[in-house]
């Protein structure tokens, strides 16, 4: 239909005609499945690194996941809405969220960390079973129904499989204040007329039983005393926020907590204090990469546990006010380590330690005090050329020169922090699967990675990739 002296502008219009279609059927094959997932931590989704690159820059530190789960059950209390602010956008977080709101909560995300919670309208005393058994920390509800309700039904604890993780020490609290429960079909359903306060001695350091004791007792009548309490910078945040929302507990920080109850307790604004293990876990990654990196919006006496350990390895560690200067070495020294209840050094950071040690001068010891199977990532440290054995509760490291890149698998939280920084020290490309552990606690980490000058993307599968499995 073209006329000949014409030809020469029909042809190119139908080249870019056909040109326009083709871009618009490649992008909806192709960007949109993976637009639809962003975000998202699916569980075939990966960290691919490769790694090399020296960390250089500087990380913001977000908010304590530890602190954050318990002060979230927390504003079942208040009489009045609480604003919450560096609250971490992680997923434990969403999953509280996901609870309080099917319960009838109000909940506001204000901003990325800031939360309004308006508790009033809740009415039911049963948490939704499957979102409490996804995490360790819904048992904080046991304590914040029953004080507001007399009565609560929560599924027993999921969160990380780190070996046996009774909850007696919970329970032996509730008995002593007054309450009754039992435990059928994987649900605790326990109930009190009113709550009394008491003396109770913990058999062990416990983080989780010394916060439910916290929550039990502050409107409980008269005085409870806890003693062998756990001592954790989280555990004196959540005593924070309870005080600020009129409650009277002493103590907190030491091993003696008292513990006044109150009849009321109104909303509140409170800050989350940051999170610890989140700084450790950049604060190896630099010392791993050889890095220099500034580790921000921090509280360097908590990490105080964490700095003298990677200085006694080698590591060069600059003090400020509100931030540490991280200066990674060529070589570090072997050393020997058990974990311990805080100011020990944290279980938290065994595994991110283990792998900085891997490549440190001589045969290092680590010992797992506090959890029965924290070693199930040495496998997988071992995949990427790592020379560890385990006995028990004792992992010997015998530092190599380098270790590959390798395509491995999250088995938890922080043994996934340890492939990170694992991988981000290799020259080789490390594949990491099951990243849903990290983003249980993580903000961001990809991304404040990248910020470093990591290589690390999020593969996330499609929707055509997941049909074709
Ligand atoms: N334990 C008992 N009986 C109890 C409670 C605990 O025997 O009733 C034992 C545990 O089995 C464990 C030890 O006491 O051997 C310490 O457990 P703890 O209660 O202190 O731990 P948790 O409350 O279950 C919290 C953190 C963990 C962290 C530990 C230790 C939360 C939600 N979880 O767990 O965090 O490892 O304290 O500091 O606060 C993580 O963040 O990766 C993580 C696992």
Request: aromatic share 18%.
């Given at each position: 239909m073209c006329e000949s002296t014409n030809d020469v502008i029909c042809y190119v219009i139908y080249f870019v005609i056909y040109f326009a279609v083709f871009v618009i059927l490649y992008s909806v094959n192709i960007f949109l499945p993976q637009k639809y997932h962003r975000g998202q931590a699916l569980e075939l989704d990966k960290f691919i690194i490769n790694g090399g690159k020296r960390l250089q820059g500087t990380v913001n530190i977000s908010g304590a996941k530890n602190a954050a789960v318990a002060i979230l059950p927390a504003t079942?209390?208040?009489?009045g809405p609480c604003t919450l602010y560096n609250?971490?956008?992680?997923n434990d977080v969403s999953i509280d969220l996901k609870i309080l709101n099917e319960m009838g909560a109000e909940v506001k995300?204000?901003?990325?960390n800031t939360i309004r919670i308006d508790t009033a309208h809740i009415r039911d005393t049963v948490v939704p079973y499957e979102l409490a058994r996804?995490?360790?920390?819904?048992?904080?509800f046991l304590s914040t129904m029953l004080n507001r309700f007399g009565r609560a039904r929560v599924s027993m604890p999921g969160g990380c499989d780190l070996g046996d993780r009774p909850i007696d020490q919970h329970l032996k609290c509730f008995k002593a204040l007054g309450a009754s429960y039992t435990i059928e079909h994987g649900i605790v359903d326990i109930q009190a007329e009113k709550l009394i306060g008491t003396q109770i001695y913990f058999d062990r350091v416990t983080v989780g039983a010394t916060i439910n004791a916290i929550l039990a007792a502050c409107k409980a009548e008269g005085l409870t005393i806890l003693e062998n309490a756990a001592k954790e910078p989280h555990i004196v945040d959540l005593a924070n926020f309870l005080n600020s929302m009129g409650a009277d507990i002493m103590g907190?920080?030491?091993d003696v907590i008292k513990i006044r109850g109150v009849k009321h307790l109104h909303g509140t604004e409170y800050t989350v204090i940051p999170d610890q293990i989140e700084a450790g876990t950049y604060m190896i990654a630099a010392a791993a990469t050889r890095g220099n990196v500034i580790i921000n919006n921090i509280i360097p006496k908590h990490l105080e546990p964490i700095t003298s350990k990677l200085r006694k390895v080698g590591v060069v560690i600059e003090e400020h006010d509100e931030y540490l200067r991280v200066i990674g070495q060529e070589t570090y020294e072997k050393t020997t380590v058990k974990t311990m209840p805080?100011?020990?050094?944290?279980t938290d950071m065994q595994p991110q330690l283990t792998a900085l040690l891997t490549m440190a001068k001589g045969t290092s010891i680590v010992t797992e005090?506090?959890?029965?199977?924290?070693?199930?990532y040495v496998d997988e440290l071992r995949r990427m050329g790592a020379d560890i054995s385990v006995d028990g509760k004792v992992a010997i490291i015998e530092g190599v020169d380098h270790l590959t890149g390798a395509p491995v698998k999250a088995s938890d939280l922080r043994a996934g922090a340890a492939l990170i920084i694992a991988g981000l020290a290799t020259n080789g490309t490390t594949e990491i699967e099951d990243i849903y552990h990290i983003e249980r606690g993580y903000e961001d980490m990809e991304v404040k990675l990248r910020n470093l000058g990591a290589d690390i993307v999020k593969r996330m599968f499609t929707d055509g990739m997941r049909k074709a499995l």
């Open positions: 079942i209390f208040a009489e609250v971490p956008e992680i995300i204000i901003n990325k996804s995490m360790r920390a819904s048992y904080y907190a920080g030491t805080h100011p020990g050094f944290p005090s506090m959890f029965d199977n924290r070693f199930r």
